[in-house]
Each structure stands twice: as structure tokens, then as C-alpha cells.
């Protein structure tokens, strides 16, 4: 059910705010925890429940962000890796089975985190 609700968030933007943070430039959408942040929250939204990054946070490579985020409600969330990719100002959450299936075009320097991972 996560692949099907993440495959109709496809075409979604997130706005995005600031600017680029110290864990690299993505491609127009700012890399800062505030951008990531509000991706995050308009994901549980669009599914209809709570996100929030979790303390693991995010990491930002090439036009590509990988998200630890706790999802679902206060006292039952469990921690998920979101996929976004840069599209311009925005960060646009992606289906994880279908940009993890080889060859993925997920940069290598953050693959496993965004593939191996829940």
C-alpha cells in the first residue's frame, strides 16, 4: 500500500526553502533540514496521517534526498526511508521499489541508505 500511495505522490512538489546545507548542493532544492522537513510533513498529509523527520535525519546527493521519518500516529509511528528527488525549487517523493529497482538512478554515495534500509 506504501508503493501505491508513494507512486501517486510522484507528481507532488514540495516546496523548498533556504539554502544548500554543508551535506551538498541538490540540483535547485535546497538540502537544508527546513526543506526536508516540510517534504516529510506533506508525505504523512497526502497519506493521511503524521510524519516527522526522525533524529536519524537526511542526507542530500546529486538532485536526490534519502529521509529517516517516523510515520503514523503518536505512539505507533514506525521510522520509514522516504526517496525524494530534486524538481527545481522542490522535493518530490518517489516510489522506493521502483527508483531502487537496478540500475537505480539514485546516486551511488547514497544508494544503500535510501535502498538497504526500511
Known amino acids: 500500500m506504501r508503493s501505491l500511495l508513494l ?3 510522484a507528481s507532488l512538489a ?4 533556504g539554502n544548500e546545507a554543508a551535506n551538498g548542493p541538490a540540483a535547485g532544492a535546497a538540502c537544508d533540514k527546513a526543506s526536508i522537513e516540510a517534504a516529510v510533513t506533506q508525505v504523512g498529509t497526502t497519506e493521511k496521517t ?3 523527520l526522525s ?3 537526511f542526507t542530500c546527493e546529486a538532485g536526490w534526498a534519502v529521509a529517516q521519518a517516523d510515520v503514523g500516529p503518536s505512539g505507533a509511528a514506525v521510522t520509514e526511508t522516504l526517496i525524494f528527488k ?3 525549487q522542490s522535493w518530490i517523493p518517489q516510489d522506493r521499489a521502483e527508483v531502487c ?3 537505480s ?3 551511488a554515495a547514497i544508494l544503500k541508505e535510501a535502498c538497504g534500509s526500511s
Open 55 to 57: 533524529k536519524d535525519g
Open 105 to 107: 538512478p539514485i546516486p
Open 50 to 52: 503524521k510524519a516527522t
Open 86 to 88: 530534486a524538481g527545481g
Open 101 to 103: 529497482a537496478k540500475p
Open 7 to 9: 507512486a501517486a505522490l
Open 14 to 17: 514540495v516546496a523548498g526553502c
